[in-house]
């Protein structure tokens, strides 16, 4: 019998393997440098420079092991110190790391470090502003897979970096049955039997759009349920029915849900909002790299 005592709304990405962040360095760097860095060779091969990245804005800093990954993958001997963490607050005109070695390897590594840094920094940084505009409400903000094709679980790990937490990574960790699903299957209780059969011990999750719907996926033994464009009425509603019933299911919100609607939302009572805005509509967080030539 499937056990509903723990369904799995959210997983947790607190560290990456280090071996996919060489790989999607590798691959960035090779993207970047092609035949080799043209510019760069206009420097003496045995100059030596410090440099510092700076931050521009407030922001939440992510992506320390990618800007260290770039920058060894092109020369060992680069030193990097870093002055904060990943998950750290960012001030205006803050040093973020303190860089010295060759100045070839450094000027050729310069953007594609940066590149990581500020996406991955405004991944976590949207995530923190969802985080705070409910904080004290008890609801959880979540990721979703609307990610950057290869940088997934990069900005996953920079969703935990900005304090949400993770939905599904794939189409492989959870069962979440939407409208087309429904109309393949014939019905919600059909999709929900099926999964049950088909994927045990995965959580099961159905995305409705009426509060019929709602009662359906309820009687079919849900996991969690996704309130996909509910208004506020009819999610209070959906948690009044769902405490009411026996064992409860684990209510997401999602759908149209921004900054200034994201606190109202979770006050009717839901457990979670998926936010797919934090990963899909990532601004890039203003971060510069200046160079000291030493003699």
Request: glycine fraction near 8%; aromatic fraction near 4%.
């Amino acid at each position: 019998m499937h056990d509903r005592s723990r369904p799995r709304a959210a997983i947790l990405i607190e560290k990456l393997d280090s071996q996919i962040i060489a790989r999607q360095v590798a691959a960035a760097l090779a993207e970047d440098l092609g035949s080799g860095d043209v510019t760069a060779a206009l420097v003496p091969a045995s100059q030596q420079v410090r440099a510092q990245i700076l931050a521009r804005e407030p922001a939440v800093l992510c992506g320390i092991d990618w800007a260290d990954a770039t920058f060894k993958q092109l020369d060992a001997a680069i030193r990097l110190e870093w002055m904060v963490r990943d998950g750290d607050r960012l001030a205006a005109d803050m040093p973020v790391v303190r860089l010295s070695g060759p100045a070839r390897p450094i000027l050729t590594g310069e953007r594609t470090a940066l590149n990581f840094l500020q996406t991955l920094s405004g991944t976590a940084t949207a995530a923190a502003r969802y985080v705070e505009a409910v904080a004290g409400t008890g609801c959880r903000i979540l990721d979703t897979r609307k990610t950057l094709p290869g940088l997934r679980l990069a900005q996953k790990y920079a969703t935990r970096c900005g304090g949400a937490q993770n939905h599904r990574l794939g189409l492989y960790d959870m069962v979440l049955i939407k409208e087309n699903h429904i109309i393949a299957a014939g019905s919600i209780g059909g999709a929900v039997a099926t999964a049950r059969r088909m994927s045990p011990g995965l959580p099961v999750e159905v995305e409705v759009e009426t509060l019929a719907e709602f009662d359906q996926a309820r009687e079919a033994g849900a996991d969690i349920i996704l309130l996909d464009e509910l208004s506020l009425d009819d999610m209070r509603e959906a948690v009044k029915r769902n405490r009411a019933r026996g064992p409860k299911a684990k209510l997401e919100a999602s759908g149209s849900i921004n900054m200034s609607t994201v606190r109202d939302v979770a006050l009717t009572g839901v457990d979670f909002i998926s936010i797919g805005g934090i990963t899909k509509h990532v601004q890039a967080v203003d971060l510069s790299m200046r160079l000291e030539f030493m003699p």
